[in-house]
């Protein structure tokens, strides 16, 4: 349901839009992905000259490999990756900002999903994580999409990671 809420992926969509550097936002069901994808379409326009990947497990390994050969040597793309291809096995050094779109409590899907953006690079000291996070907690009655990020912030917590958090009304 939340990944059908318009708001949500205008907002998922802006965001990575207005990252400066290369930019990876993670989907979990591909359907979102797309839905997200519409969304950085309509805010770039169709002259755009940035550069937009959509990469799913559905892609021949080749396929994959070159999109990461060509993100290496760019410097403003967006890849929209699922969560599938890319929490493990795939290795970008040139990534600076890392979106979770969706939710998720695995902390090995976690840390290795956050292990994209920290491959060392000349260009980069850190990597920004933006853990988008649904709070319909009704009350004293918290939401599974809440409750996994809590737990996920545990994991920022104990390795130590430099982070904050702010609430955002969409």
Not at 112 to 133: C, F, H, M, P, W
Request: proline share 1%.
């Amino acid at each position: 349901w939340l990944f059908t809420l318009e708001r949500r992926n205008k907002f998922c969509a802006r965001l990575a839009v207005l990252q400066k550097k290369n930019c990876l936002l993670m989907f979990n069901h591909i359907e979102h992905g797309k839905a997200i994808l519409k969304q950085i379409e309509k805010i770039l326009g169709p002259d755009s000259k940035r550069k937009v990947y959509f990469v799913t497990g559905s892609m021949g390994g080749e396929e994959r490999n070159k999109i990461r050969e060509n993100i290496e040597k760019e410097k403003d793309s967006i890849i929209l990756g699922s969560v599938g291809v890319f929490s493990t096995g795939v290795s970008i050094k040139n990534l600076h900002t890392v979106i979770f779109s969706s939710p998720t409590k695995s902390k090995i899907r976690t840390l290795q999903s956050i292990g994209r953006g920290l491959r060392i690079n000349a260009e980069k000291s850190a990597v920004t994580l933006y853990d988008i996070v649904d709070d319909l907690s009704i009350k004293k009655h918290k939401n599974y999409a809440l409750e996994h990020f809590m737990e996920r912030a545990d994991y920022y917590y104990k390795e130590q990671f430099d982070f904050t958090i702010k609430r955002i009304t969409i």
